[in-house]
């Protein structure tokens, strides 16, 4: 296949003889699914809404009912999205490969769409609702401003993690031991802006890992990287497929 960009045969060697994979991904990959990427100029959601404004627990102790609108949006423009060749490229790579481990920083389930199983979703789901006084996880009703919990009848509020809040234990806990124990390491569709999810490609690099970025637009981070592939998901994985399935 004429390759469209330069993918290193050093870098195909590297993850044919990788023992275990790791991707991070980032908003990026769903970008060709027509979901908007939070900072990207001009179409990004931070471009088009203030992000404290809407993304915080402040936010939605002031006004829970501004917060769903916003959310129940983006779950419908999620919904009527489509899994990219990006998505369903990272799904097939793990079959190919020994063991990979998938962290995603994004909340549409596009990975699980797309046939990708084990995701580690860093920052929680769109879909997932849970009381936000006693944390029992629910699915809120549609009909109404602002859902309320069954048990205690708290306010419910979306699965998702907001500014200021931590990452979920058990997807820290995991995806620092896939960073610590993987031999390469792909960040892929992020601008590596929040922590700790952006600190993972450095915990991988402290670990002997070999760690790429993958990103039409490299990052104030490429310099630390192996490798830095200048393109977007959606092309290059599967160029990745096609070199790796020989
Ligand atoms: P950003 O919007 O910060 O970055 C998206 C990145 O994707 C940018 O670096 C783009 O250059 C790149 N990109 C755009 N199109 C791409 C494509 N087709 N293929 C590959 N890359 C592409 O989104 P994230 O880095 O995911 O947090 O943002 C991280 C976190 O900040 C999000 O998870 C969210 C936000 O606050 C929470 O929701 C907690």
């Known amino acids: 296949m004429a390759r469209t960009r330069d993918i290193p045969d050093a870098l195909i060697t590297a993850l044919r ?9 980032g908003a990026g990959v769903s970008a060709e699914s027509g979901v908007p990427t939070f ?16 993304a915080t627990p ?10 769903w609108r ?20 990272i799904a097939k790579l793990a079959g190919l490969l020994p063991r990979v481990t998938l962290i995603t920083q994004n909340v549409d389930s596009l990975h699980q769409r ?24 629910t699915t809120a009703d549609d009909t109404v401003d602002i ?5 205690c009848g708290g306010n419910l509020r979306p699965g998702v993690v907001w500014f200021g809040e931590g990452i979920p234990e058990a997807a820290l806990r995991n995806s620092s031991a ?13 601008s590596s802006t929040v922590y700790p999810a952006a600190g993972l490609a450095d915990l991988a690099r402290d670990n002997a890992a070999t760690i790429v970025e993958i990103n039409p637009n490299p990052t104030m981070h490429a310099g630390s990287f192996d490798f830095v592939i200048a393109g977007k998901s959606g092309v290059v994985f599967p160029e990745l497929i096609e070199l790796l399935d020989v």
């Open 70 to 89: 916003w959310y129940r949006w983006r779950r419908d423009l999620v919904s009527e999205a489509m899994p990219n060749p990006g998505h369903y490229s």
């Open 114 to 137: 797309a046939g990708s199983t084990g995701v580690i979703e860093f920052h929680g789901n769109l879909f997932d609702d849970r009381c936000a006084s006693c944390d029992t996880p």
């Open 39 to 54: 900072r990207d100029a001009q179409e990004g959601l931070w471009a088009n809404y203030d992000a404290q404004a809407l």
């Open 17 to 25: 003889d990788a023992r275990h994979v790791c991707i991070l991904t």
């Open 178 to 190: 896939a960073a610590v124990s993987c031999d390469v390491f792909l960040s892929v569709g992020t």
């Open 58 to 67: 402040e936010a939605f102790l002031a006004d829970p009912a501004l917060v």
């Open 147 to 151: 859902p309320v919990c069954p048990d």
